[in-house]
T-cell receptor, first 113, second 113 residues
């Protein structure tokens, strides 16, 4: 069965600095990997996904993620953080079959001005 | 497209009462998912449907919970009788197989007193 780990409950970063939110996964076969963001009192919003192709995936709001098969990781990154990036971020994975996404527990990102 | 629509957005009820949450998926999507989010347990998948048929309800916590999808544009999640520990935010999401991305509704915030 697939699983996702987000090792950090909270990440703090100063505005303008690069940010990284970590995610590792376990899945049989090739993974389908996703990042979602949740702002307060809102539903989850899709940021980006990796299905196949380039290991570096670019998504919404300047975010990108790097798929690393050997390390089974899919870390979310942004070169310069904004205060408005402060939110809860979820990593998710599924396998190639018709199984639903498995979500991590989420990482709360706080960008400080 | 209006996105996934959920109603009500907020629900306050007393223990023992029946609660019905509603969801309208994005037109053309053939998968529908119900999730529950709490601080303690994070995001939990309760049940999902494919072409209106329940595929996996193993996440439904108890017999007090039931879900239906009478047609492609409507689903309900019912709790009867409700208990204070059911207090949570309930999300509905939909997707199209092959495109993989799940789109979430704004959620229903349920408080059972």
């Amino acid at each position: 069965a697939q699983s996702v780990a987000q090792p950090e409950d909270q990440v703090n970063v100063a505005e303008g600095n690069p940010l990284t939110v970590k995610c590792t996964y376990s899945v049989s076969g090739n993974p389908y990997l996703f990042w979602y963001v949740q702002y307060p009192n809102r539903g989850l919003q899709f940021l980006l996904k990796y299905i196949t192709g380039d290991n570096l995936v670019k998504g919404s709001y300047g975010f990108e993620a790097e798929f690393n098969k050997s390390q089974t990781s899919f870390h979310l990154k942004k070169p310069s953080a904004l205060v408005s990036d402060s939110a809860l971020y979820f990593c998710a994975v599924r396998d190639e079959g018709n199984t639903p996404l498995v979500f991590g527990k989420g990482t709360r990102l706080s960008v400080i001005a | 497209d209006a996105g996934v629509i959920q109603s009500p957005r907020h629900e306050v009820t007393e223990m023992g009462q029946e609660v019905t949450l509603r969801c309208k998926p994005i037109s053309g999507h053939d998968y529908l998912f119900w999730y529950r989010q709490t601080m303690m347990r994070g995001l939990e998948l309760l049940i999902y449907f494919n072409n209106n048929v329940p595929i996996d309800d193993s996440g439904m916590p108890e017999d007090r919970f039931s879900a239906k999808m009478p047609n492609a544009s409507f689903s309900t999640l019912k709790i009867q009788p409700s208990e204070p520990r059911d207090s949570a935010v309930y999300f509905c999401a939909s997707s199209v197989l092959g495109r993989e991305t799940q789109y979430f509704g704004p959620g229903t915030r349920l408080l059972v007193l």
